[in-house]
């Protein structure tokens, strides 16, 4: 049985799951490019030479240029970099707790 070109919620919901469990497990680190805000870099965990483009688009969307976010399917890079935007969005809130104005 073949579900290549399927996009039932379910199979989608199954991807998320596993893009978020892959995210936790891989210590692959997500680093911005310089001069290009919104723009990241993430090694693929399976090709140590191949890395992918993941950006915020202008909407919040996360896209990623690794064969998943070419289809427009949840990947662990995406959700690599929208965790570590939620650690600094946390972050920057504590700050501006313990900042005296
Ligand atoms: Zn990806």
Redesign the pocket.
Known sequence: MTTTGTREPMRLAQRQAR?IQKATEQRAHVWALPGRPGFYQ?RSATDAAER?V?AVEADGRIT??????GYDLP????EKLRTRRIREARRRRQLLRVVPS
């Open positions: 893009a993430v992918y993941v990623c240029s690794c064969p998943a976010g990947c662990w890079h995406a």
